[in-house]
């Protein structure tokens, strides 16, 4: 437990455009233990999984795999796989469930049978001779799951895999997560727009603003005590029954564009507590303790 499995060192991800989708990503996924990485629409969530999941080819920064730099890439899928947000199309239409669950078997040469992992997922075996139109999205996440345990990995990358599902299921695949991670002993990386299934789910949590990671720590403190403005309007965004509706702050403006991202922090021009410094310069990387930080110049004495 907690062995490092999975870790990314300054990724960054530029497309030809000149769109900087992902700056300078630092991530150390651990067996048995979910980490969030957390931010709206557009901060570069789902690049890092895919760079993760070696879908897409990283600019600069490295990728290690138990601690050395991974091999061939259908080796590299035995140990990390990754689930989709929308489960209507990472599912072949045209093929059964069988085939859908047979094929990876094949592929990766294990001994489990498509009815175990159903079963591992909760679902009947008698689904696997449904095809996907017949199931629910829920049905259709847990089979994509299914899908993703049948190499055997070690990392599970879970790009929003409740997002496009009923409210009243989302749960219900969290806590399925949360079992495998347990029984597997897997390690999780759980992207998401919403910072309060990030304390529920998981054991440590990052925030994204603008393909840049701006704080971090442990779920409790990030989301009960968070430190970045960015990361406050975002808890402040969250519903909450004890708060009136009209109290709700919004951050000022538009996201920035990552073709042409603004000079110092990028958060700048939204922030209601910006300063001439932050328009101009970076902000480090500032130690809060007990492993807790945020990249902000509000907190420049305590520079990590």
Not at 112 to 130: G, I, W
Not at 158 to 167: F, G, H, I, K
Not at 237 to 246: E, F, G, K, L
Request: charged residues 25%; proline residues 9%; glycine residues 6%.
């Amino acid at each position: 437990m907690n062995e490092v499995v999975l870790e990314a060192r300054g990724l960054t991800k530029h497309y030809r455009r000149g769109a900087r989708a992902v700056e300078d990503v630092s991530l150390v996924l651990r067996r048995g233990r979910v980490t969030a990485l957390v931010g709206e629409s557009g901060s570069g969530k789902s690049t890092v999984a895919k760079l993760l999941a070696r879908l897409v080819p990283a600019t600069s920064g490295e990728i290690l795999l138990r601690g050395e730099k991974p091999g061939r890439f259908r080796e590299y899928c035995r140990s990390v796989q990754m689930i989709f947000q929308d489960p209507f199309a990472s599912l072949n239409p045209v093929h059964r469930i069988r085939y859908t669950l047979t094929r990876p078997l094949k592929i990766h040469r294990r001994s489990e049978t498509p009815e175990q992992l159903l079963e591992a997922v909760q679902l009947p075996a008698d689904f696997l001779d449904r095809y996907p139109h017949e199931l629910s999205g829920g049905q259709r996440q847990r089979v994509a799951i299914a899908r993703a345990l049948a190499a055997q990995p070690s990392v599970l990358l879970a790009d929003e895999p409740v997002s496009m599902l009923d409210v009243s299921i989302r749960l219900g695949v969290l806590n399925l997560l949360r079992d495998l991670k347990e029984r597997l002993h897997l390690a999780v990386l759980y992207i998401t727009h919403d910072i309060a299934s990030a304390r529920y789910f998981a054991d440590e949590t990052f925030v994204m603003y603008g393909g840049q990671v701006v704080e971090g720590g442990d779920s409790e403190t990030v989301t009960q005590h968070p430190a970045h403005p960015y990361t406050q309007l975002l808890i402040a965004s969250a519903p909450d029954p004890d708060r009136p509706a009209t109290s709700t702050p919004t951050p000022l403006g538009e996201p920035p564009s990552l073709g042409s991202p603004p000079d110092g922090c990028r958060f700048s021009p939204r922030c209601p507590q910006a300063t001439p410094r932050c328009w101009t310069d970076a902000p480090p990387r500032c130690s809060l303790g007990d492993g807790h930080w945020a990249a902000c110049w509000l907190y420049e004495e305590v520079v990590a």
